[in-house]
C-alpha cells in the first residue's frame, strides 16, 4: 500500500516557475515508478512526467517538455516536479501517482497507475 500527498500548487503569474512535491508513505518507495498527471476542468487526466523506480529514466509529455523536470529523493520517500515558464493552459490539478511492474508499459497511461493522491491546484494566471 502506498499512500500520496502532494503540496506545492498554488496561483502563479504566467513565466513564473513553480516545485510540486509528493510525499509518499511505503516501505518500499524506491520500488515504484512514479508519475505525475494533471486535470483541467472539463478535460480528461492527462500525462505529465514519470521516473523510473531508479531516477535514471524520465519522460515527458510534449506538452511541457523543455519546461518540466521530475525527480526523486529514495532517501527520504519524495518525488517533486519542477516547472518552469508556467502558462495559463497549465491549470490544472496535478496528481501524483506510482506504479510498479515494467517501466516502459504503458507508462503516459493512468490505468497503468495503481495508487494516486488527491492533488494539487496548480491555477496560472496571465
Known amino acids: 500500500q502506498v499512500q500520496l500527498e502532494e503540496s506545492g500548487g498554488g496561483l502563479v503569474l504566467t513565466g513564473d516557475s513553480l516545485t510540486l512535491s509528493c510525499a509518499a508513505s511505503a516501505r518500499t518507495f524506491s520500488a515504484y515508478h512514479m508519475g505525475w498527471f494533471r486535470q483541467a476542468p472539463g478535460k480528461e487526466r492527462e500525462f505529465v512526467a514519470t521516473?523510473?523506480?531508479?531516477?535514471?529514466?524520465?519522460h515527458y509529455a510534449d506538452s511541457v517538455k523543455g519546461r518540466c523536470t521530475i525527480s526523486r529523493d529514495n532517501a527520504n520517500n519524495a518525488v517533486y516536479l519542477r516547472v518552469n515558464n508556467l502558462k495559463p493552459e497549465d491549470t490544472a490539478i496535478y496528481f501524483c501517482s506510482a506504479r510498479g511492474g515494467n517501466y516502459w508499459n504503458n507508462y503516459a497511461k493512468p490505468d497503468a497507475y495503481n495508487y494516486w493522491g488527491r492533488g494539487t491546484q496548480v491555477t496560472v494566471s496571465s
Open positions: 521516473i523510473n523506480s531508479g531516477g535514471g529514466i524520465t
